[in-house]
Structure formats: structure tokens, C-alpha cells
């Protein structure tokens, strides 16, 4: 019987208690709606202190000149290898109210975040997370470095743009094909082999050179302007002033060993940026 009584009597000294803290909270809503515009200011200043890139402990003292207090910095939970500094903005008003503030230093000792959150907060004010006064440096790095790759990628895609607007011949002329021979089989001339070098002579690299030939008839005094290709180069970068040698193999030509060969670049592009 006394230990219920005892109960009774506990709960309802915390029952008043509440009451009392609501009664306060109620009496000091005139004083907090006055006194909000202070203390969103401060978070302002705070906001503006916290750089990104700076120790934790320099944040720490920059935000102490702010606030005029010093905050703790401690440990988060959650992982050891990071430091959170912990304040807060107090109301000038007789209520629990205040702003929390946390600034996170990640493991490369760089802020992560600043977050600001509303404690106690009476009603008709937002409760928590007041994502205006604070920043998420972590976030805003990874959004520049997506903007800076897509920036690349652009100006990648620009100049490659020009490069395909080049004149053609010019182009082709990047390539200079030189020490032609025109190599019988042992038994006939239909099979030959054409060994021959390829030199870029521009001042950028190239790749996919793809070359034309034909065998010239009597009747044709000088060989055509433009050959079908009829070897295609995959995958080989020349490098400004680099030779290589080429040997392509060819069946049914002319049975007689002085045809006259014509042997020409058809096609080749500048490589990526990846490719050189």
C-alpha cells in the first residue's frame, strides 16, 4: 500500500513538472519568436566561418570568435577515425530551445559537413534540421569534381568535333607511305606480297591507318585520285615522326611482274585521349 502511494505521488510530482515546463515553454514563445532572428543570424556567421578545407581545430577557434564560446570536439559514434565539433546556440529566452551545431571532419581531415539543428524547438518553429544554416562541403566536392569531369569531357568531345572538320586530304596527308615493294611468290606474280613503311609526318598522332590499292591497267597513265580501301589498320597509334613497317598480302593480281602498283592512304583518324 505505501509503495503504491509512493508511485502516485512520484508521478504526480512529474506530472507537475511537465506541466510547469509547458506552462514555461508557452510563457516563452513571445520571448523565442523575438529572439529567433539572433540566433538564426549566428548560425549565418557560423556558416560563413566553417571553410572546408582547414583543420578541424582552426573551424573550432573560428567558431568560438563567432559564438564567443569555445565548442568540444569529440568522437562521433559511429567512426572513430573522424572528429565532430559540438556547440550550440542557446535562446536568450527561459526555454530548453537552442540550435545544435556539428561540424564533421572526415578521414582525409577534411569538413564533411556542417548541419545545424533546432532542439526543443516550439511549436510553429521547424524542429531538427535547419538545412539553410549549414552546408555539406562532402556533397558540394563531389557535385565540382562531376562538373569538372563533365567540363572535360565536353572540351574532349569540342576538339575532337574539330578534328573530324578537318580537311580530309590534309588529314590523310598525315601519313607518308614510302620503300613500296611489290614482291612475286615463287611460283606467280597473282600472289605478291607489298611490303612497304608508313611514317607520320604531322605534328599529332594518329591511328587506324587503312590503306587502298590496285594494280594499274595499260590503259591508265597515272593512278586515281581516291582508292577503295582495301586494308584497314585497327588499333595502331603512330606518334609524331614514328615509321612502322606494313606488309599486306595479295591474291589475283597480274601475272606480269611489271604491273604497276598504286598504294595509297584511305583512311586514318586522331586518337582519343585514352588512346595516346
Avoid at 137 to 150: C, K, M, P, T, Y
Wanted: hydrophobic letters at 35%; proline letters at 5%.
Amino acid at each position: 500500500m505505501k509503495t503504491q502511494t509512493e508511485y502516485e505521488e512520484r508521478d504526480a510530482i512529474r506530472r507537475q513538472a511537465e506541466e510547469r515546463k509547458r506552462a514555461n515553454e508557452e510563457a516563452a514563445r513571445p520571448c523565442i519568436a523575438g529572439d529567433i532572428p539572433r540566433m538564426e543570424s549566428l548560425a549565418f556567421k557560423v556558416k560563413a566561418a566553417v571553410l572546408p578545407d582547414v583543420p578541424l581545430e582552426e573551424v573550432r577557434a573560428a567558431v568560438g570568435l563567432t559564438l564567443g564560446k569555445v565548442g568540444d570536439i569529440e568522437i562521433p559514434d559511429d567512426d572513430i577515425k573522424e572528429r565532430v565539433l559540438i556547440t550550440t546556440i542557446p535562446t536568450q529566452c527561459r526555454s530548453d530551445f537552442h540550435f545544435l551545431v556539428n561540424v564533421r571532419e572526415g578521414r582525409d581531415k577534411k569538413i564533411r559537413w556542417l548541419r545545424v539543428s533546432a532542439e526543443n524547438a516550439p511549436a510553429g518553429y521547424h524542429p531538427k534540421l535547419q538545412s539553410e544554416l549549414g552546408r555539406e562541403f562532402e556533397a558540394e566536392r563531389e557535385q565540382q569534381r562531376i562538373q569538372a569531369a563533365q567540363k572535360k569531357n565536353e572540351e574532349e568531345f569540342r576538339a575532337h568535333f574539330a578534328e573530324l572538320n578537318e580537311s580530309r586530304q590534309d588529314l590523310l596527308q598525315s601519313v607518308k607511305v614510302s620503300d613500296v615493294r611489290s614482291l612475286c611468290d615463287t611460283k606467280s606474280c597473282a600472289t605478291r606480297t607489298l611490303e612497304f613503311k608508313i611514317t607520320n609526318v604531322s605534328k599529332r598522332p594518329v591511328v587506324d591507318v587503312s590503306f587502298g590499292w590496285m594494280f594499274l591497267p595499260s590503259k591508265f597513265a597515272e593512278c586515281p585520285s581516291e582508292l577503295a580501301t582495301n586494308e584497314r589498320g585497327i588499333g595502331l597509334v603512330l606518334q609524331p615522326g614514328q615509321t612502322e613497317k606494313k606488309t599486306i598480302y595479295v591474291f589475283n593480281a597480274p601475272e606480269t611482274r611489271e604491273a604497276r602498283l598504286c598504294l595509297k592512304v584511305t583512311n586514318l583518324r586522331r586518337p582519343y585521349s585514352w588512346e595516346r
